[in-house]
């Protein structure tokens, strides 16, 4: 198993640009998410989903759109990137919480964006 | 809205010697979670604590929830240089939300 993928792990983008940041995971995992981590500010949640053609916000959610259409896949799109949205991008899945698991995050190994 | 807030947000020690990082949420959580991050890599599981005045330990770490299900602490015992890295905990709220605290970063001198 993969785990959880992330693609691509760095991206410079110009004040404006639109790009996809893409997650994958191969665990079968109804549960996807996305964080954003800035110096000082430890992670935080942007958009979530507890399964296919489910999607949610989390606390930081303007500027970014996701869709859910596969179990598998949970991308990640920002349609006009400001200088404000340069941050370390992580992509966490789990199990719907149950008594035989303990709904622990699994983390992608992250993607660097810097906006300029 | 839910707020996880952890102190210390940084911590210096010499190897061997103790440490420990306190959460606190605004809110009651059902469960919480602590991570750790190494310099440079992701967020990676260590544990969760559900019941109101949990303990656990893993080795040298001792993990407690307060009996208010508001509070969390993570204590290292005799702290080791593969101890280096952010300790984050992670309330979990309302509709699948996990809450992160800001971490602590622990630095160990040998």
Redesign the interface.
Known sequence: NAGVTQTPKFQVLKTGQSMTLQCAQDMNHE?M?W?RQDP??????IH?S?GAGIT?Q??VPNGYNVSRSTTEDFPLRLLSAAPSQTSVY?C?SKLRQGVMN?????????SRLTVL | ?QQVM?IP?YQHVQEGEDFTTYCNSSTTLS?I?W?KQRPG?????L??LVKSGEVKKQKRLTFQFGEAKKNSSLHITATQTTDVGTY?C?G?GN?????????TKLNVKP
């Not at chain 1, 000082?40 to 949640?45: A, C, D, H, I, S």
């Not at chain 2, 890599?41 to 599981?45: A, E, N, R, Y």
């Not at chain 2, 509709?95 to 971490?103: I, L, P, R, V, W």
């Open positions: 549960y998410s964080y000082g500010m430890g992670l935080r949640l979530y507890v949610d989390g606390e992580f966490a303990t709904g622990e995050l699994f983390f992608g190994e992250g | 809205g952890q947000q469960n979670q991570y890599g992701h967020p990676v599981f544990i969760q984050f992670a979990r509709f699948n939300k996990f809450y992160f605290g800001s971490g």
